[in-house]
């Protein structure tokens, strides 16, 4: 099985961060993985000393094939930074797991996550993998698939992350010509078409929700886990 370069993308938050990798460390397939962690550049100088310290903490990560780190002199922002390492990595190697510093996985996510990448690579209906679920009182299939994507752990192949549209307003003006706005916002569950709004009109920077619509738009599929 080829496993996939894993994508962590820090900031400012050490004690997150340390609980984060601590956690990666545990998975059995972490020793066989490569890890480039993106370390995004402060946004002021009152930032400057918590970055500072995550990219003193991130000098001393081991326990993974190869550990490549990236320190970006400018801040770009989450957003921004998750698009442009993401399409650095998977340019590179094809595919992708991706973790932001908050995030503490099973023992088996990269299991997870490789072998999903591995059996549904030629899947062309599938696009992403995602290796959480919101815990549920109902009994779920061991996976299932709902349309479009997620952001709290995933992993995709260069032919899910081409579809990614990053103008948000195209995006919300495909939604309302095909009369998908309601089926989006599941039903009227969930505001979903009110965050792509805010962020075509700048008041959010979110990639995960142009990341969401673009896969929904294609009607692509996004594997999950259910909660046992």
Avoid at 213 to 224: D, M, P, Q, R, V
Wanted: hydrophobic share 40%; net charge positive; with cysteine.
């Amino acid at each position: 099985m080829e496993l996939a370069p894993i994508a962590l993308f820090v900031y400012n938050r050490p004690w997150h961060l340390r609980q984060t990798v601590e956690s990666l460390n545990k998975n059995e397939l972490a020793e066989f993985s490569e890890l480039f962690v993106f370390s995004d550049g402060p946004k002021s100088e009152a930032d400057k000393e918590k970055v500072l310290a995550v990219r003193k903490y991130i000098k001393t990560i081991s326990g993974f094939k190869s550990v490549n780190i990236v320190e970006r002199e400018q801040n770009l922002g989450l957003g921004n930074s998750i698009i442009t390492g993401v399409t650095e990595i998977i340019n590179r190697y094809g595919r992708i797991i991706v973790l932001e510093d908050d995030m503490i996985s099973s023992p088996y996510f990269l299991r997870f996550m490789n072998e999903a990448l591995e059996f549904y690579e030629d899947e062309e209906r599938v696009a992403s993998i995602h290796g959480y679920i919101y815990p549920l009182k109902t009994l779920l299939p061991e996976t299932f698939f709902l349309r479009g994507a997620d952001c709290w752990g995933w992993a995709t192949w260069k032919r899910g992350w081409n579809l990614f549209e990053t103008d948000g307003s195209k995006l919300l003006y495909e939604l309302k010509k095909n009369n998908l706005l309601r089926k989006f916002d599941l039903n009227g569950t969930y505001p979903y078409t009110r965050m792509l709004k805010d962020q075509a009109k700048g008041k959010n920077h979110s990639w995960a929700i142009r990341w969401h619509a673009s896969l929904f738009l294609k009607e692509k599929l996004t594997l999950y886990p259910a909660c046992r």
